[in-house]
Structure formats: C-alpha cells, structure tokens
C-alpha cells in the first residue's frame, strides 16, 4: 500500500522537516525578507532587516559540469543562507518565455531552480513570492537592469561594483524592496 502524502498532519510534516533538515526544534523566523536573481551559475542573494539594510549580498556560483552536481552545491548553499539569516519572506522573479520565443534550456533549467528554491524554502516554512520583472523595476521606479543597478549602488553606496559582474546582486536587492508591492503573487 502506498502512503498518501496529501493526508500527512502537520506533525508528520514537521517531523520531515526536521529529519530533512536535521532540525531538533521549530525554525524561528525574523522580519528579514530575501530577494533571489536566480540562474544556473550566479544567483544573486540580498537579504534585508526589516529597515532595509543589508544583512547579506554574495552570488552563489555552483561548479559542476554535470546538473546534479550543480543543483547539490546549489542546495548546500542557499540553505546555509536561509539558516544563518532565516527570512520570513523570499522575493523571485517569476519565469516566463516572451510569445514562445527565448532559450528553451535556459527556461527549463531556471524552472529546475526554482522547483529546488520552492522545495527548500517550503521545507523550511518560508513564504515565497513571485513577481514579473518589469513590476519589480516599476515598484522601485526602475525601467531597466540598468537602472535597477544605478539605483541600487548609489542607495547602498556599492562603488565599487561594475554592471558586468554585479548586476545579479544589485537586481536580488531590487527584489528584496519589492516586499511590500501589491503585484507579489
């Protein structure tokens, strides 16, 4: 006989969390709110008080040359970050291809990443929320990736960042603002 996941109480939910996550207690959370640029190999991470100063602001940078190897490393860190700084709210844009056009592979393999994202965070009890990119910018009176970015290093006084290798940071702290627009879904 099969087990029905969709009939598991909260207990047994808990106790596959801890058993998860190695866990002996309930995850306490903070008024800190995450904000995700996710990609295959620099996701950038922002994680904000609740006065929206940063806490942390780091890519995680995956290595591998085989996708399982790159989602483990993933995994391993993105969940050291949600135990260290414990957000109650995670921000991501949410994925979509322009009337069919785009990089398929590059689609599917964003879609394997936030399945992963989505997987850890409800483990762990964290509210995620999705956002188009373009309501994003707009929130926090953007147009462009390069406004979000100009925006962002003179509000934090990032100076010595460069759009080529920043902007994924710069666009994860745009996210993390957007904690309280209405657009979130």
Do not use: W
Not at 63 to 74: A, L, M, Q, R
Not at 147 to 163: G, Q, R, S
């Amino acid at each position: 006989m099969k087990p029905q996941i969709n009939n598991l109480n909260m207990e047994e939910i808990r106790n596959i969390r801890m058993a998860f996550f190695k866990e002996k207690k309930s995850i306490k959370k903070t008024n800190n709110v995450m904000g995700i640029d996710l990609s295959k190999f620099n996701t950038g991470v922002a994680v904000l008080d609740d006065k929206d100063e940063i806490l942390f602001l780091n890519k995680i940078s995956p290595k591998g040359n085989k996708e399982k190897y790159i989602i483990i490393d993933f995994v391993i860190a993105f969940k050291s970050i949600i135990d260290r700084y414990r957000p109650s709210k995670v921000i991501m844009e949410d994925i979509y291809l322009r009337n069919n056009r785009g990089n398929l592979g590059s689609y599917k393999s964003l879609a394997k990443h936030h399945g992963v994202v989505l997987t850890i965070l409800s483990l762990m009890d964290v509210e995620v929320y999705y956002i188009h990119n373009m309501s994003a910018k707009s929130h926090i009176g953007c147009k462009s990736k390069e406004d979000v970015f100009n925006k962002m290093c003179k509000v934090y006084n990032l100076h010595d960042f460069n759009f080529e290798d920043h902007n994924d940071l710069t666009d994860a702290l745009g996210l993390a603002l957007n904690k309280n627009n209405k657009k979130l879904k």
